[in-house]
């Protein structure tokens, strides 16, 4: 694992103009340099803020996702019918690159972005945009009453693994709600990298591993600590990509309204550990009452 900090991504698609063309068609070649991935998405940003819609579709990966802060996702296809402005302004980036995976993550206040890119045989494209838009105060209203059981996902999940990996990954998964439903952080624990962080619309702050694992303590010890959300089916994609798997999916509330999650797996030694979850409500969807 590498981990980088991006500053200034625009000095660094200048200091590498031979390997990007602004403004026309972008040709970042696969194995061209250990920083290639990260001139791509210099250079997907700038063509994204001067709305160049031939430089974006250049680095769009043929099998993208692009969720917005209101939980709008759309394919391909449709964000080039109608390119997205760039939500992205003066901002804090942070990297990380998992073998032929990078993902790039932008906090400019309540507003988080993250980007996963992929290596192909064309070079670096992108696969995942997904924003999340923060709250800006806790929520007063009364939590519901937990859910003790927990069926979907811990039991079962309406989504059958095409490989090794993604059943590795839901193996993982699994276990991790399961440790959650019982407010277990131990048993929570090892299916995470350290630098894993879950951003969550109806959350004002990020959220990371160190945090997480204190809030299930806190849940456990006053009793309220339950089954998380269920897989809503036919709303599952998963990519894999050497020993990472890139998830996508649609949350199945027990109450209120559902979530589009990103997440990203990667294996470290025999065990599928995720790094990093953006769950970002969907404002169209309606609510689910309280079951």
Known sequence: MRRSIL?????????????????SLPVIAAGAGQDVPQVADGAFMQALGTSDKTAVAALLDPELVWTDWEGKTQNRTQVLERLPPSTVSESRTTSYTYGKVLTVRTDSGKLHVLRVWV??????RLLVYHEVKQAEAAGTGAAAP????????????????KDDAEAGVIKSWQALETAVTAGDSKAWAPHFADEFVVIGSGAIDPVTKEGRMAALDKQRQAGTNGAPAGL??????MFTIGDTVVMNCQTLPHRGKPAHITRVWIKRGAMWQMTVSM?????????????
């Open 146 to 161: 937990p859910v003790k059981e927990c069926v979907n996902p811990c039991q079962k999940v309406p989504y059958q693994p």
């Open 279 to 291: 769950q970002t409500t969907i404002q169209a969807a309606a609510p689910v009452a309280d079951k």
């Open 232 to 237: 809503a089916p036919d709303h599952t994609r």
């Open 119 to 124: 290596e192909r045989p064309s070079g670096w």
């Open 7 to 23: 500053c200034v991504l625009v000095t660094a698609v200048m200091g590498l103009g031979t390997l990007v063309a602004i403004g």
